[in-house]
């Protein structure tokens, strides 16, 4: 039963925490009008999270407030028949569920060579829900997962066209996580599992060079964050075979490295590009530890990916301008690891957007992202499954070979105001 548990554990916590579908870059919509190319942009209060070494070049105060509406779904066609088990072939759905991560940033240029700023937002989140009966309960029936940040960051001119930054994250989560365990051919129990962190910490800095009002590049770092989850555990039945009491997991999210240029061709036409490095492979194993003192272990060994944006923004009025853009993310998870819970493949996102300013101070920005995720057929699950040693009757019934299917629809809204 332990190795159910830490399985689950490992299962659930690797797919929610850090696969890419609930890792969210939605921070802003001018810059996810512009498909995230934002690191050699940086030209608005936003640029706390994307580079804040472009912060002394904000003249004044400057704050952005938003949400994002994030729609994802996720499908599923199993490859074989799976009917003396009691399920069927016929494609299964994720049940649809709307998500709203925040944002706010606050910056404020205390000298011509120096500026602060705050942000809030939610780097990690989402959920999945699944239907009581579907073919991979045994893994989860229900996820949800909330990450706040805060983050507070100094930006110098060190001289002309060249700045830094350096900032300090600050993070809390919380994590609830449902499932069903077989007890019987014909019996299921349920398990549910809550778990928060208490507070943890990382770094981010920043490099913009801005020799002209053309010419742009900048380069930030976002470094690991480790979480140190607290989990409660409780079964129905309450049964001395089903998990009960307290469970710890640390778990550490990757570092990410992005670089990026922006060119303004026209006085009215800015293209810009980014390339962002994203190190999985510092998530190799994930730790459970028991009530009891017991630990277990299980190898992750996710591999190093990365995501490469362009974006463009059109003035066509000084009140009035449009984004577009596109990106690739890379799949950083080996085939014969995907399961159900959180299918990943490799992605492409497009994105439109819109700003106005309503006044000389206020504005209004709006974008819309379609994530399309190329479908995965996979073949090695059970295989995959069996060298961690989980027993026949979960491997069966929870590591499903097959063909997954995911997109999202995200729309987003921000207001700006400065003075």
Same mark, same amino acid.
């Given at each position: 039963?332990?190795?159910?548990?830490?399985?689950?554990?490992?299962?659930?916590?690797?797919?929610?925490?850090?696969?890419?579908?609930?890792?969210?870059?939605?921070?802003?919509?001018?810059? /996810?009008?512009?498909?995230?190319?934002?690191?050699?942009?940086?030209?608005?209060?936003?640029?706390?999270?994307?580079?804040?070494?472009?912060?002394?070049?904000?003249?004044?105060?400057?704050?952005?407030?938003?949400?994002? !509406?994030?729609?994802?779904?996720?499908?599923?066609?199993?490859?074989?028949? +799976?009917?003396?088990?009691?399920?069927?072939?016929?494609?299964?759905?994720?049940?649809?569920?709307?998500?709203?991560?925040?944002?706010?940033?606050?910056?404020?240029?205390?000298?011509?060579?120096?500026?602060?700023?705050?942000?809030?937002?939610?780097?990690?989140?989402?959920?999945?829900?699944? &239907?009581?009966?579907?073919?991979?309960?045994?893994? &989860?029936?229900?996820?949800? +997962?909330?990450?706040?940040?805060?983050?507070?960051?100094?930006? =110098?001119?060190? /001289?002309?066209?060249?700045?830094?930054?350096?900032?300090?994250?600050?993070?809390?989560?919380?994590?609830?996580?449902?499932?069903?365990?077989?007890?019987? &051919?014909?019996?299921?129990? +349920?398990?549910? /599992?809550?778990?928060?962190? %208490?507070?943890?910490?990382?770094?981010?800095?920043? +490099?913009?060079?801005?020799?002209?009002?053309?010419?742009?590049?900048?380069?930030?770092?976002?470094?690991?964050?480790?979480?140190?989850?607290?989990? %409660?555990?409780?079964? %129905?039945?309450? !049964?001395?075979?089903?998990?009960?009491?307290?469970?710890?997991?640390?778990?550490?999210?990757?570092?990410?490295?992005?670089?990026?240029?922006?060119?303004?061709?026209?006085?009215? !036409?800015?293209?810009?590009?980014?390339?962002?490095?994203?190190?999985?492979?510092?998530?190799?194993?994930?730790?459970?530890?028991?009530?009891?003192?017991?630990?277990?272990?299980?190898?992750?060994?996710?591999?190093?990916?990365?995501?490469?944006?362009?974006?463009?923004?059109?003035?066509?009025?000084?009140?009035?301008?449009?984004?577009?853009?596109? =990106?690739?993310?890379?799949?950083?998870?080996?085939?014969?690891?995907?399961?159900?819970?959180?299918?990943?493949?490799?992605?492409?996102?497009?994105?439109?957007?819109?700003? =106005?300013?309503?006044?000389?101070?206020?504005?209004?920005?709006?974008?819309?992202?379609?994530?399309?995720?190329?479908?995965?057929?996979?073949?090695?699950?059970?295989?995959?499954?069996?060298?961690?040693?989980?027993?026949?009757?979960?491997?069966?019934?929870?590591?499903?070979?097959?063909?997954?299917?995911?997109?999202?629809?995200?729309?987003?809204?921000?207001?700006?105001?400065?003075?």
């Amino acid at each position: 039963m332990k190795k159910v548990i830490t399985l689950f554990f490992v299962t659930v916590f690797s797919f929610s925490l850090f696969a890419g579908g609930f890792q969210i870059n939605e921070h802003g919509a001018r810059a /996810m009008g512009m498909g995230g190319a934002f690191t050699g942009v940086a030209n608005d209060a936003s640029a706390i999270y994307w580079n804040g070494a472009g912060l002394v070049n904000l003249y004044g105060t400057n704050f952005v407030l938003g949400t994002a !509406l994030i729609a994802p779904s996720t499908s599923l066609m199993p490859a074989t028949s +799976l009917s003396a088990l009691g399920f069927s072939t016929l494609e299964q759905k994720m049940e649809s569920q709307v998500f709203f991560p925040s944002h706010f940033f606050a910056s404020h240029r205390i000298s011509s060579d120096f500026a602060a700023g705050l942000g809030f937002t939610s780097p990690f989140g989402l959920g999945t829900k699944w &239907a009581d009966n579907w073919t991979g309960r045994y893994l &989860a029936l229900e996820t949800e +997962l909330q990450v706040f940040t805060i983050s507070p960051v100094l930006a =110098y001119r060190l /001289m002309d066209g060249l700045s830094v930054s350096a900032g300090l994250v600050y993070s809390f989560a919380n994590v609830k996580i449902t499932r069903n365990v077989k007890l019987s &051919a014909t019996t299921d129990g +349920l398990v549910d /599992m809550e778990g928060d962190e %208490t507070s943890a910490f990382g770094f981010n800095l920043g +490099l913009m060079y801005k020799p002209t009002d053309r010419f742009s590049a900048g380069v930030s770092f976002h470094s690991e964050v480790e979480y140190n989850f607290e989990g %409660t555990v409780t079964s %129905t039945p309450a !049964l001395p075979i089903l998990p009960a009491g307290d469970i710890t997991a640390d778990l550490t999210t990757p570092m990410n490295i992005a670089a990026g240029v922006a060119y303004k061709f026209t006085p009215d !036409l800015l293209i810009a590009a980014d390339f962002q490095y994203v190190g999985w492979e510092s998530y190799d194993s994930l730790t459970v530890v028991f009530a009891n003192a017991t630990r277990s272990s299980s190898a992750r060994e996710y591999e190093n990916s990365f995501i490469a944006r362009l974006g463009a923004q059109y003035q066509l009025s000084n009140t009035f301008g449009l984004q577009a853009g596109v =990106y690739y993310d890379k799949n950083p998870v080996k085939e014969e690891r995907i399961n159900p819970t959180l299918p990943e493949s490799d992605r492409l996102g497009l994105s439109l957007g819109l700003a =106005y300013n309503i006044t000389g101070t206020l504005g209004v920005q709006a974008s819309y992202l379609y994530i399309h995720s190329f479908e995965m057929e996979v073949t090695g699950s059970k295989e995959y499954m069996l060298t961690q040693g989980v027993p026949e009757a979960v491997r069966l019934a929870s590591a499903l070979n097959g063909t997954y299917k995911s997109n999202a629809s995200v729309f987003s809204l921000s207001f700006s105001y400065g003075f």
